[in-house]
């Protein structure tokens, strides 16, 4: 039985993701390719490349919006509290605010293939409705920010096509860390992790304060919550192949996520 693992020791956000699956063997024309579909392609291009954090070295992937695309965007700051310390990074560029009806008519009119429409789909409708709760909305009311931008919808997307590439049996992951602290996003200073990481975690083992940072996003937390399949620290099947996802995080610990492919008898 083939087995795909996320060790989610620094949590996980949408490009850490897409690092991890290309360092793991996704050949990055055929994603490019296959993200073609989509119809999106003058709103932004990867970028692709190798980087390490603490001497642990793997593959970075930026979703870079085109510039006519983000003239008028808004490049957010978060800023991350811990005691007397502010720590500050560029948020990725937002150019749309989708809603979950748009979203779903992008990837529905797309040529992709048919599993990997559901697999999108999955992760968006898992965010809307973690959303919708969240601010007390109806499903197809929440205008979404981060994950509505493009960005968001290369990184969910992307992960549909690598793990329909990969054909595992099962995916398992380790319990998730959230970090902690303070983040600022559209409506203003929150915890971390945030309200609606929160709701997509449900059910799902984490862990919190490793580090006065948000480690984990709601791009990640819907990746996991959609298509993971068991959650253990405990593994027992050989590992046939690793790979590591790289962040952009400055952290104490290595601002990483580490999958493997394995064999289980």
Do not use: W
């Amino acid at each position: 039985m083939k087995i795909l693992y996320y060790d989610c020791f620094c949590g996980i956000s949408g490009d850490m993701n897409l690092g991890a699956m290309i360092d793991l063997g996704i050949d990055p024309d055929y994603l490019k390719a296959e993200l073609l579909k989509l119809n999106l392609q003058d709103e932004y291009h990867l970028e692709i490349y190798k980087s390490s954090k603490n001497g642990i070295g793997g593959t970075r992937v930026d979703v870079v919006l085109t510039p006519e695309k983000t003239k008028d965007s808004v490049v957010l700051t978060k800023k991350l509290i811990i005691n007397t310390h502010e720590y500050m990074h560029h948020e990725h560029k937002k150019n749309h605010h989708r809603n979950l009806k748009e979203i779903e008519q992008i990837i529905q009119e797309s040529e992709l293939d048919e599993k990997i429409k559901e697999r999108s789909l999955k992760m968006f409708r898992k965010v809307a409705e973690a959303e919708a709760k969240v601010h007390q909305k109806d499903l197809y009311e929440v205008h979404f920010h981060e994950v509505g931008a493009t960005d968001s919808i290369i990184d969910f997307v992307g992960a549909a096509i690598a793990l329909e590439k990969l054909q595992v049996d099962k995916i398992m992951a380790s319990t998730v860390q959230l970090g902690g602290g303070f983040v600022s996003c559209a409506h203003g200073m929150i915890p971390v992790p945030a309200p609606a990481t929160v709701e997509l975690l449900q059910g799902i083992p984490v862990a919190k304060g490793v580090v006065a940072a948000e480690t984990t996003t709601p791009t990640g937390a819907a990746i996991l919550a959609a298509n993971v399949d068991i959650f253990c620290d405990k593994i027992r099947f050989s590992i046939e192949k690793t790979g590591y996802g790289i962040g952009y995080r400055e952290l104490c610990i290595p601002n990483v996520l580490r999958v493997f492919l394995g064999e289980e008898d």
